[in-house]
């Protein structure tokens, strides 16, 4: 038997799962009636088949009588209830399928509206494959049990107890003793369940794991070719796919050996009920064949019910498993959310300030240490230092991707973790490293921070970051499809797709991570110009590895180990002959732009 906290457990994840029905309650109440009446007509035909048979077979004193209330009253009866049994059974089917989809679609929603609000912390410490086997693998298990449990589970029960009932009306003392055999199977069942829960658990990781194998091998495919690690990732993948294997056959042979179990008992039952009847028959002549017709095809109806039991609880495990993967996601909370009483910024009117501000990802491992800066409207502000100083962590307080821990990041004075996110973030432009472009139309991508825009918007945009030109040349011009991560376009041109998503979405301030990964010359330039449209007079924080932005920065902040060390235009840091000189000998020189100091 299951003990009573692993009881507790899977009862308090099933009632959780029960809630998502709420909304569907009249569907809930008919798909009951449905079962009620499936259930009741089965046992009605069930009990009938004495009278059937009696009618049919047994000598009585009126032969005519007895056929006429044959042909008029039970056989048509019987059909009727047949009849109702057939359309209930649709029904309750129908319904329970039903009501599985829409438990899952609501989870399913569920889940990527979570994904969508946690912070960036969460998805630091997660791989994105086996987040995304939440959505896919473990809700499609739960919707295959979910339509196993609550409907057939249900289903089973309301026939169990009204065929039970058929037995004991016919002869009591036998249905006792059939059904004092049958709870011996229970024991194995209970015991099966959870080791199948148990197992399932082990093997939905797995899968996730082979997911998130897939998906990073996939989509680093340029670099497993390069380095030639296809043996490698073709070992670490076979060796998790082996693991799988094991985990799934050891579930699988819970599975077999589950059903041979119940079927011994009810070869027992079955050998034991013949032997009861033929004694009564033989020896105390009360019984009909009418009786023993109708009681042994009401106990071969009632085997696949109470079969169905065994599968059932250990479907109730796997789905509970799967469940509890699915709440695991829900219940992480969001640090994130706005407090109560946030406000709503606009856009930037005086600056943008740091405040002594403290942050670590990891406690006790401080990134940022004592930051204070100020950004004014319309100034730019570039980052430079050395690689892991802090700088990315920096820009990413901005839209509040993080909090710090201490100190205060201020918008016109307004604390920002007082400040509806919504708010902050549409006031705020990003253009990353890496090009995030969707597998959609090039205009699409463009207007992603401003959905709805005009095709007229879209292209002034595109025109502005200098790469319309290059779009009006693809095959369906700006409805042409980009590839999973943009794959047709150059490194040059998506970058200026993005920048001119930036520049659709026209917020005041923007934050800009230049990219390190070189360009051929004539790309370069293009990317160069498109910055400098994006920057116009906007208030921007740039991570800066191109001395022409450094050159035009208003100020320069060199970031080392958390803390700014240096600060000032570019002349007179180099002036200085501190970090910056040092770095800018090291860095920039090697750049293509001519250095002349
Ligand atoms: P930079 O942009 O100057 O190269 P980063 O801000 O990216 O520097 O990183 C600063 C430090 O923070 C590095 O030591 C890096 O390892 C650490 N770091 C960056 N991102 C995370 C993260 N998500 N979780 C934990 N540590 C991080």
Redesign the pocket.
Known sequence: MPDSKEFKTSFKLYLRLLEYLRPYRPRVTLALVCMILSALSTSYVMAQLKYIIDGAFLKTDDPTGTFHHLILWTLPLTFAAAVLKALSGYGQEYLNRYLGQRVVQTLRNNIYDHFLKLP??FF??QRTGILAARITNDVQVLQDSLVNIVGQGTYSLLMVVSLVAVLVYRDWQLALLTLVVFPLGLYPIFRYGRRIRHTSGEGQRLLADLNAQVHETLAGIRVVKAFGMENHERHKFKKTNDEFFYQAMKMNQAFASSSPIVESIATIVLLVLIGWMGYRSLFLSNLTVGDFISFLATTLTLYPFLKNFNGLWAGLQHALAAAERCFHILDIEDPMVDVKGAIEVGPLKKSLQFKNVQFE??HG?P??KNISFEIKKGEVVA?V????????????LVPRFYQPQSGQVLWDGEDLSHVKLASLRSHVGIVTQETILFHDTIASNIAYGRPGASFADIQAAAKAAYADEFIKNTPQGYNTLIGERGVKLSGGQRQRIAIARAILKNPPVMIL?EATSALDTQSEQWVQKALEQLMGHRTTLV?AHRLSTIRKADRILV?DK?RIVEQGKHSALLAKKGLYAKLHKMQFKTHREPVEE
């Open positions: 960036m912390s630091n410490t990802y990891v491992h990134i940022l980052l230092g050395p690689s892991g100083g802090g700088k990315s962590t920096l820009a990413d991570d991570i970031i958390g």
